[in-house]
């Protein structure tokens, strides 16, 4: 299991050998030992005992602290190489516009590719549901975002993709779970509640990768500098929200492996329970493991090792490598 994850409020994370123990009032909760382990997250109230915390480090574990609602509040990364000349090209690109907007256009045209992809692999399963117009309207935005002149005309573009895709993306569905159009901080409904926690998962992972490459995650090129996010991990996980992040939510959903139980109103917004997020959490850890076709090497990866490739992939060619290719998540 290549990441922990605590949501326990008031647990403990304590080490006993080379296993990690998660405690709360004398009851083991969770355990793992530590060579199975590339992460470990701590969600909301949670405690770390200083031997715990060293042994992680020292075995090159990363350990994540979130907030309750799942906000990065920061990280303990151990060692690692400092790729400056990458950072310092990440810079150059960032001041260079021409070169900013080209990369810019490749995570957006990737991104409308993918949701014009879950749209049409939907429609092969559920003929009777017509989704053409919407697939129409996504291949012209793909279009017009490969010829956008300006960061402003791009996200123009982006924005009407993406209310052209959420406007079908509830046809998908085929629950009982509310889903009224996508809302965000807070999410509105249950399906909002765990498309949003989705991204965060995804951006969280990328967040870390990107800095283990030697990126600096919070300069990005689609995104623009905003203190305290990482807009570099924003911009990546572009391509991955709409083949990877929703197929994940449509599968529990319309599965039903989650239910209107699972879910909780939090001031005008709606989350999961604890029981609830502790099932999307296990749930997320079998999508990710997952394997496909890596296309440039032929290879079957888990979904998590392509996220590592294509953080890779983009350092490469920021130092002078091949362009990207931002394939669709299709099995």
Known sequence: MPAGYVTEPGASVKLKGETLLVEKNGEILAEWELVHL??????????????AMRALLNDGIEVALLSKRGRLIGQLTPPKARNVA???EQYRCYEDAPRRLALAKGLVHAKIENARDLLGRYQRNHPETD?????SELASSMDQALRSNKLDELMGHEGMAARSY???????????LEF?????????DPVNALLSLAYTFLVNELTSLLDAVGFDPYVGFFHALDYGRPSLAVDLAEPFRHGLMDRLVLYLVNNRMLKEEDFERSGSGVMLTRKGFQGFARQYEIHMNRRRVDIPTGRRE???RHLQL???????YLQGGEPVTWFDMED
Request: glycine share 6%; aromatic share 10%.
């Open 302 to 304: 888990t979904y998590r």
């Open 131 to 135: 989704l053409s117009a919407a697939m």
């Open 180 to 188: 009224d159009g996508r809302s965000t901080r807070p999410p509105r």
């Open 38 to 51: 590339e992460s470990l997250c701590l969600w909301g109230p949670v405690h770390i005992t200083h031997p």
């Open 310 to 316: 294509q953080a890779e992939r983009y350092a490469a």
């Open 166 to 176: 959420f406007a079908a993306f509830g046809r998908l569905i085929r629950a009982d």
């Open 86 to 88: 990458l950072r310092l």
